[in-house]
């Protein structure tokens, strides 16, 4: 398996991709999809449709801000699931990166279901624990990294969304959709 990273906006894969994104978030933490496009013409953002063989299996979309990289969307296209491509895309950025932040669902206790099984699969795959947590929207999220003596901050947080971009405008919707500034962390 050797995985070819191609940007988003080079891709011959637009369409699918979008599905993909669509098909693979809840809308409630999907940003619209134009502003994914915008914001990854803009140096902070990496946004890449993923290949093995010229097919498309799956997309990832990153922000790299200082020496951190915060993974912001991992998908794999459906029927590539279960062949080693989310572990073999997360030893890539793991090889590549020094420390990476994601934030996923809160799995809840009494849950067995997919929230568990994803937080699962990270954990397998070199992401840690960082029992921080917050609320975006009504959901609670759980923080993950690859560094476990880095300390995840409120700041860290906030650059996640505001290093998307370097356009006040946009910077401006994107903390109108997501809670940006009032980020607190809970129990």
Same mark, same amino acid.
């Given at each position: 398996? $050797?995985?070819?990273?191609?940007?988003?906006?080079?891709?011959?894969?637009?369409?699918?991709?979008? =599905? +993909?994104?669509?098909?693979?978030?809840?809308?409630?933490?999907?940003?619209?999809?134009?502003?994914?496009?915008?914001?990854?013409?803009?140096? *902070?953002?990496?946004?890449?449709?993923?290949?093995? @063989? #010229?097919?498309?299996?799956?997309?990832?979309?990153?922000?790299?801000? %200082?020496? &951190?990289?915060?993974?912001?969307?991992?998908?794999?296209?459906?029927?590539?699931?279960?062949?080693?491509? #989310? &572990?073999?895309?997360?030893? @890539?950025?793991? !090889? !590549?990166?020094?420390?990476?932040?994601?934030?996923?669902?809160?799995? =809840?206790?009494?849950?067995?279901?997919? !929230?568990?099984?994803? $937080? *699962?699969?990270? +954990?397998?795959? #070199?992401? &840690?624990?960082?029992?921080?947590?917050?609320?975006?929207? #009504?959901? %609670?999220?759980?923080?993950?990294?690859?560094? $476990?003596?880095?300390?995840?901050?409120?700041? @860290?947080?906030?650059?996640?969304? &505001?290093?998307?971009?370097?356009?006040?405008?946009?910077?401006?919707?994107?903390?109108?959709?997501?809670?940006?500034?009032?980020?607190?962390?809970?129990?």
């Amino acid at each position: 398996m $050797k995985l070819e990273y191609i940007e988003y906006l080079k891709s011959k894969h637009k369409s699918k991709i979008k =599905k +993909l994104y669509r098909y693979s978030f809840p809308k409630s933490e999907r940003f619209p999809f134009w502003i994914l496009k915008k914001c990854s013409k803009g140096k *902070n953002v990496v946004f890449n449709a993923i290949l093995d @063989d #010229g097919k498309l299996i799956g997309m990832e979309y990153k922000i790299i801000y %200082e020496n &951190t990289t915060y993974l912001m969307y991992l998908a794999i296209d459906e029927e590539q699931r279960g062949k080693g491509y #989310g &572990t073999k895309i997360l030893q @890539d950025l793991i !090889k !590549k990166y020094e420390t990476i932040i994601l934030s996923i669902e809160r799995p =809840k206790k009494e849950l067995n279901g997919n !929230k568990k099984r994803r $937080k *699962n699969f990270y +954990l397998r795959n #070199g992401f &840690t624990e960082t029992n921080k947590f917050i609320e975006d929207g #009504g959901i %609670e999220y759980e923080i993950l990294c690859t560094n $476990k003596n880095y300390n995840i901050t409120k700041e @860290d947080l906030e650059k996640r969304y &505001t290093k998307m971009t370097d356009s006040k405008i946009m910077k401006y919707l994107i903390a109108k959709m997501f809670n940006v500034h009032n980020i607190s962390f809970i129990k």
